[in-house]
Structures are given as structure tokens and as C-alpha cells.
């Protein structure tokens, strides 16, 4: 933060949004001390340090540092080994290490453990601290283990309570009923105080008035009070270098994950995070909290996403809070001091449950994760943190390896439906004819018999269409298949074999160890029909007369053979609705090909195409309403929000127009149509010729433009357009480079379409149109 990003409009919001952040860090902050047996205060210096140090030097604005209840297992485990001073050299140490990889630029690593992994620790640890806490609910002491916690709960219940039950159970009375809150009218005002301050402060005024005796919050006289250098861990080496890695590679990885989630929240004109700094902002803050007796820090998402909601727009905000916290610390201690011990293990057991997240179990059960998510839980809870996690990731990289070496393999007799092999067909097999086997995966040795067993079952002496649409082929695989062939082809058969993506197969045979060439693989489905090595469905195709009808047809064949089932889950999803992003307005020459050059797919563009992509005037003489019916039905039906006019090089309707329309004056319907091209013929002859431009590609050019203003003759086309709810945008596809252009209408030229989309400023691609 520098004096130069401060200005009133961010310092507004920041304000604002700084109060409410500090109001969730109090209570927090206090209650994950209490759950890490640390000292009070620990919990408020670490959220001081969090807000200033990280949020000064950090890399994500929004995001909030501070003490994290994903980190109180491991801390409760470091202070009962090594004593809370030696913890604290052990925070310090990890900030170090968290510098250290922050300098190294390896931020983005930490992404790479699952997130099921992740989220499953952090329910692993809501467990714990749900376990341990509630028997300061209930009026007792928390054991050191989870286990043994859970044993002793029944006898915790059966046994009698004090008011620290009351207490407990007002404390989450409160938040239930806040998180409840209408959000409109007084629930609306009421929301803007978040929940665990009114629980708290309900519950403290309780205790107080009641003059009820339960253990309250201790804090020094001063919040370095008592302060003492920390002390060096007793143990051996590996375990003390185990004990910050733990520290330093969970609060690193928590503080990322959390750092991206606020990412893709952010608004508009904050400026998107780096990690690599952000990294070190932790680094730098652990560093210091450990020196100054705090706990861990890490990115936590609660203050975070508080922070967004609340309106924050720079990191400022993120700062001033551990500003208020550092004010608050310092002047009313006496108050915090009246804070019932119960009301802030209630207000952890509210987090711990919050964080065993229902929904994302749903999440990762629609990707097959869930039982690594439900495992490192498990672990966390049984064998402890890092024993969790380590079972966690050995989990996911099973699940990895098994799909990294999932393979499918079909096989169907041509002109017949797919048939499913199973042990008892080859007994019965039909007459030999021309059989299609489809391999689909990794084809590594560990498939190598679900392959020889199908292809075993094809007839001998058949012709064998043998499809390889696999990403690897080891060599073990390559010798069956090769073996399998050459004895097949023994036997009077023949086998065509058809590799999809790589020429794993070719490459073996010829001897070529080189990396494979994806530039040139045998078939390309974006290829014309004359370029293309098709499998021949019937010995018709081989002839050199061959009926368009029939190159039709195979190509039907061979979509339904390749491509009908990678699309089919999304045409069921679109078979009774359409979606289109935007309206696109093309020549219907054949050379052009709209999804090719936009890398759109099915129900991405709502399509027009016409000669020369033409858009008829309003009220044009010449009455035509078949494009404006097209534009109504996108803007109004389909509530398209852009209209894209895409011209290219070669057109002949405009060589027809530069020719005075001679050469189409025995085409009457043509000749009628093209007269809605005499704007761009009148505005290229105005215009002044281009050195090195030859007149036909101008006036290609120029149809682009001269069509986008033919749109704006429509007045409610036009009034969308001036209020920025429809944008128009020009392209021009050079047919020999096969290079598309983006309109520059400021210019009046038309410009490379950049490579990569500009991150800085969202308004550069409207700046084009």
C-alpha cells in the first residue's frame, strides 16, 4: 500500500469494509488461541501481523490474513511437545521457509495437491476442533486426543453442567438465528454486523449481569506483556525440520487455495493476485509473528470473503483492520477479559462444523473424489495431521494413476449396431466381414489383455478398421497389437489401422524414436474430404467416381464413429434449449467455417449466412427481412448480447459488385440481393485506394464495416447499442494465411486479434468494436 493507490473513492469502501472485517477477527482470533492451548494474545498478534505485515506485503488485495483454525491441530500437537516458546521459533522458522519458496517462484506448485486432499484436512480439523471444544461447552477439560475425546463425550453429557452450557448454547443460538436474518429491511441492517461479535457480546453481557462465575479470557497487562525470546525446539533434527515444513507447507497451501478463491470474486479494477508475492507476504508475516509471540498466519477465507462482501476494493482495508485490532488490544483489554472461555469454544465448535462443508462433499462426488476427501478426514481425525494428509495424497494418486491407465476398448461389424463382446460371443461370431475395433485410453501393458481378448475375438480372415485414439502406447502394447496383426493378416485378413492424436503405432514400425509430431497426424476432422485418409465403409468410396452423395455419407459414418459420442452429453443438455453466446453473421462460402476459426462449439454461435454477409438497410428499397428476422430473434428471444460480422478474403459477391453485377445479371434473384451491397460499392469508391491493398480485398474490408453501420439503421438495434447492452463487433478472415482480424472502428482498420486477452483493462476488447 503507498500513498499514491490511497484515494477517496477506495478509501470509502475501504473504511467501511475494514470494521467488518475487524469485528469477524476478534472473536476468531481469540477462540482459535484458546483451541491451540496458546496464551491469549498470541491470537490477537497474529491477527495484527496478519492484517499489516502480510496485508502490506502480500500479493492478493482482498485477501485477510491472520490466525487459522485450519492450523490449531497442528500448533496444540507443536506446544504440547515442544512448550509454546519453541513453537514460536518453530512459526518463525516456517515464515522463513515460506520466504524461501515465495523467492523461488513456486507458488503455483502448492495448487498442485488435490483439493479434495484439502478440503478434507479441513474437515479433518473442524472434527477436531468440534470434539475438543464442545467439552468446554459442556464444562470440562478437552483431551489430547480426538479418540479420546469422542470416549469421554457420553460421560461429559451424563455428567453436571455449570452455566458455561448455558452460555455455550446462547453463543450458538445466536449465530443460528443471525445467519437466519432476512435480508431485507432491520435482518438487512442487522446483517451487516456479523455474527460471531452479537454471540460473544450476548453472551459476555450475560455472564456479566448473572454474575455467573465461569472461566473468562486472560490476558497480560500489556500484549507483549510477560514477553519472552523464543526458545529453540528439544528434539532431533528431522523432527524438528518435519515440524516446520508441516507449518510452513499447510499455511502456504491454505493461503494460496484461499488466495484464488478470492481471485475469481474480485471486482472489477482490483488488480488479480500473485502468488508468488503473496507467498512471501506470509513468509514475511509468520516470520515476525513467531518473533513477537503470535501464532501461524495464513489466508483465511472467512475474513476474506467478509472482506469482499463488505465492499473492499484495495488492500487498504485489509490493513486497517489489523490496525483496529492493534488499538482495540492495546485500550480495552479490561473488556476482552470479560469474554466467557464457553462463548468462544461454542463460537469454534460453530466453525468446526462449518468447516466439514456439506456441499463441497457434493462437489467432489460429481468427480469421483470423494473418497479421498472422506479419507484424509479419517486420517486427520485418527492418526493426526500429517498423517492425514499423507494418506490423502496417496489416495488421489491412485485415483490419478487409475485413470491416467483407463482404457476402453469397442468393437462393432460395419452396417450393424455396436455389439458388446463378452466371453461367450466367440463362440458364436457372425460371418467374416469388415469389423471396425475401437481402442480409447493409455495403452500401457496393463491393458494389453483387455485388448488381445477383443481382438482375439474379431474373425480370421476379415478386413479390421483398428481406430488408436490413445495418448500413450508403450512397447509391450505396441508387440501385442503388432503380433496380433501380423497373424491376422497371416490368415487372409486385412488391418488398417488409424491413429487418432499421435502416431504411436507408425512411429514403432518405422523405427522412429523421435518425439511424435502432432502437426501431422493421419486424419484431421477439419480437413476437406479430398485431403483425408477415411476409412472406407464400402469398396464404392475407392473409385474415382465416387457420388457426392457418398462422401456425404461417409462423413456421417465417420461422425458417428468418431465424434457423436464425445458430443452427446452436451446435445442432450441442448436438445431443448439454446444458449448461444453470440450472433454470427458470415458469408456462406464454403471456405469459411465459423466454429474453425472462433474454436466454438455446439450452441455457442446463433449463425446467419448469406451472400457476401450482407445486412439489408432499414426500410432498403430493395425489402428483404430474412436478416432482420434473425437479429430480432437473437437480441430479443435468445437475448444474445453480441452481433459479429465476419467477412473474408476472395468473396465473390463482392467481385460481382466491382464488376457492376455483369457478371450475375443472369441470376435475377442474386442480382436483386446484391443491391444491398451498393453502400459498401459507394463508400469503397470514396474511399482512398491503399498502397499494396488490392481493390478486392478492400472492398472486402470495407463490406465489414459498411454492414455493422447498415445494422445501426435499426432504431432499437441502435439504442442498445448507444446504452451498451449489445455490442458489435467486425472480423476478416484472410483465406491464404488462414489469419482472422479483429475491426478497429476507431481506426477504420482491421488488426491481429491479440494473444492473449489483456488482464489490466476489461474494456480493451469493447475499445475494438
Avoid at 498466519?297 to 467478509?306: E, F
Avoid at 487372409?492 to 502437426?519: F, Q
Avoid at 477415411?534 to 467416381?545: F, Y
Avoid at 478474403?649 to 455483369?662: D, I, P, V, Y
Wanted: glycine share 8%; proline share 7%.
Amino acid at each position: 500500500m503507498t500513498f499514491k493507490t490511497l484515494n477517496v473513492s477506495t478509501l470509502r469502501r475501504d473504511l467501511p469494509a475494514s470494521f467488518v472485517v475487524f469485528l469477524v477477527a476478534i472473536p476468531l482470533s481469540l477462540g482459535i488461541a484458546v483451541a491451540s492451548g496458546a496464551p491469549i494474545a498470541a491470537g490477537l498478534i497474529a491477527a495484527i501481523v496478519g492484517g499489516i505485515v502480510a496485508g502490506l506485503l502480500g500479493g492478493s488485495p482482498l485477501q485477510v490474513s491472520g490466525p487459522a483454525a485450519g492450523l490449531t491441530v497442528i500448533v496444540a500437537s507443536l506446544i504440547q511437545t515442544y512448550g509454546w516458546r519453541a513453537t514460536c521459533t518453530i512459526t518463525a522458522l516456517a515464515g522463513l521457509l515460506q520466504l524461501a519458496l515465495g523467492s523461488a517462484r513456486v507458488a503455483r506448485t502448492a495448487l498442485a495437491v488435490s483439493p479434495a486432499v484439502v478440503h478434507g484436512m479441513l474437515a479433518g480439523v473442524g472434527a477436531v476442533i468440534v470434539l475438543a471444544q464442545v467439552h468446554v461447552v459442556l464444562g470440562g477439560s478437552p483431551q489430547h486426543s480426538p479418540l479420546n475425546n469422542l470416549w469421554q463425550l457420553p460421560g461429559q453429557l451424563l455428567s453436571s453442567h455449570s452455566h458455561t452450557v448455558l452460555l455455550g448454547v446462547l453463543t450458538i443460538a445466536v449465530l443460528v438465528v443471525w445467519a437466519r436474518l432476512p435480508k431485507t429491511g432491520l435482518g438487512a441492517k442487522l446483517r451487516w454486523l456479523p455474527g460471531p461479535l452479537p454471540a460473544v457480546a450476548l453472551a459476555t453481557l450475560v455472564a456479566w449481569a448473572f454474575g455467573w462465575d465461569a472461566p473468562r479470557v486472560d490476558l497480560p497487562d500489556t500484549l507483549l506483556g510477560g514477553w519472552q525470546p523464543p526458545a529453540l525446539p528439544k528434539g532431533t533434527l528431522p523432527e524438528v525440520f518435519g515440524a516446520v515444513v508441516s507449518v510452513g507447507v499447510v499455511a502456504a497451501v491454505e493461503s494460496l487455495l484461499c488466495s484464488v478463491a478470492i481471485d475469481r470474486t474480485r471486482p472489477r479494477g482490483v488488480p488479480s493476485a500473485d502468488l508468488d508475492r503473496e507467498l512471501l507476504g506470509q513468509g514475511a508475516a509468520n516470520t515476525v509473528s513467531g518473533l513477537l509471540g503470535g501464532l501461524p498466519i495464513a489466508g483465511v477465507i472467512v475474513r476474506s470473503s467478509a472482506n469482499v462482501a463488505a465492499g473492499a476494493r484495495s488492500r487498504t482495508s485489509t490493513v486497517l483492520h489489523g490496525v483496529w485490532i492493534l488499538v482495540l488490544a492495546l485500550s480495552c483489554g479490561p473488556v476482552i477479559e470479560q469474554v466467557p472461555l464457553a462463548a468462544l469454544a461454542a463460537l469454534l465448535v460453530a466453525l468446526g462444523v462449518k468447516m466439514i462443508d456439506t456441499a463441497r462433499v457434493r462437489d467432489l462426488r460429481h468427480h469421483r473424489e470423494a473418497p479421498v476427501y472422506f479419507t484424509t478426514m479419517l486420517g486427520v481425525v485418527v492418526l493426526g495431521l500429517g498423517e492425514g494428509v499423507l494418506l490423502g495424497i496417496g489416495i488421489s494418486a491412485v485415483i490419478a494413476l487409475r485413470r491416467l491407465t483407463r482404457l476402453t476398448v469397442r468393437v462393432e461389424q460395419a452396417m450393424t449396431v455396436p455389439v458388446q463382446m463378452s466371453p461367450e460371443f466367440a463362440g458364436d461370431v457372425p460371418p467374416p466381414g469388415r469389423w471396425h475395433v475401437i481402442v480409447e485410453g493409455t495403452l500401457t501393458f496393463l491393458g494389453v489383455p483387455k485388448v488381445t481378448k477383443v481382438l482375439r475375438q474379431v474373425p480370421a480372415g476379415s478386413s479390421v478398421d483398428l481406430d488408436l485414439n490413445v495418448d500413450f502406447m508403450d512397447h509391450a502394447a505396441f508387440e501385442a497389437i503388432h503380433e496380433w496383426r501380423m497373424a491376422h493378416e497371416r490368415q487372409g485378413g486385412r488391418v488398417d489401422i488409424d491413429e487418432v492424436h499421435e502416431g504411436w503405432y507408425e512411429r514403432a514400425v518405422t523405427g522412429d524414436m523421435s518425439p511424435p509430431r502432432k502437426s501431422s497426424p493421419p486424419a484431421r476432422w477439419w480437413a476437406p474430404w479430398a485431403n483425408r485418409r477415411r476409412r472406407a465403409e464400402t469398396p464404392e468410396l475407392d473409385a474415382p467416381d465416387v457420388s457426392p452423395s457418398a462422401l456425404l455419407l461417409a462423413g456421417v459414418r465417420e461422425y458417428h464413429g468418431r465424434t457423436a459420442r464425445l458430443v452427446r452429453p452436451i446435445m442432450a443438455e441442448l436438445a431443448f434449449e439454446q444458449k448461444p453466446e453470440h450472433l454470427f453473421i458470415t458469408c456462406v462460402d464454403s471456405r469459411v467455417v465459423p466454429n474453425i476459426i472462433t474454436a466454438s462449439g455446439p450452441g455457442d454461435l446463433f449463425i446467419n449466412r448469406n451472400v457476401g454477409n450482407l445486412v439489408p438497410r432499414h426500410g432498403s428499397r430493395t425489402h428483404d427481412d430474412s436478416v432482420a428476422a434473425t437479429v430480432e430473434y437473437a437480441t430479443n428471444v435468445l437475448d444474445i448480447k453480441t452481433i459479429t460480422v465476419c467477412g473474408h478474403s476472395n468473396c465473390g459477391a463482392m467481385a460481382a459488385l466491382l464488376a457492376g453485377g455483369t457478371e450475375v445479371d443472369h441470376l435475377p434473384a442474386l442480382s436483386r440481393w446484391l443491391k444491398h451491397g451498393n453502400h459498401s460499392l459507394a463508400r469503397f469508391l470514396a474511399d482512398e485506394p491503399e498502397d499494396g491493398v488490392p481493390p478486392l480485398t478492400r472492398l472486402c474490408q470495407i463490406n465489414v464495416m459498411q454492414q455493422l453501420d447498415n445494422l445501426l439503421t435499426y432504431p432499437w438495434l441502435r439504442n442498445r447499442v448507444e446504452a451498451g447492452k449489445l455490442e458489435l463487433v467486425g472480423l476478416y478472415l484472410d483465406l491464404e494465411s488462414a489469419e482472422v482480424n479483429v475491426l478497429d472502428r476507431t481506426a477504420e482498420s482491421f488488426i491481429p486479434v491479440p494473444d492473449e486477452a489483456p488482464d489490466d483493462d476489461p474494456t480493451d476488447a469493447r475499445a475494438l468494436t
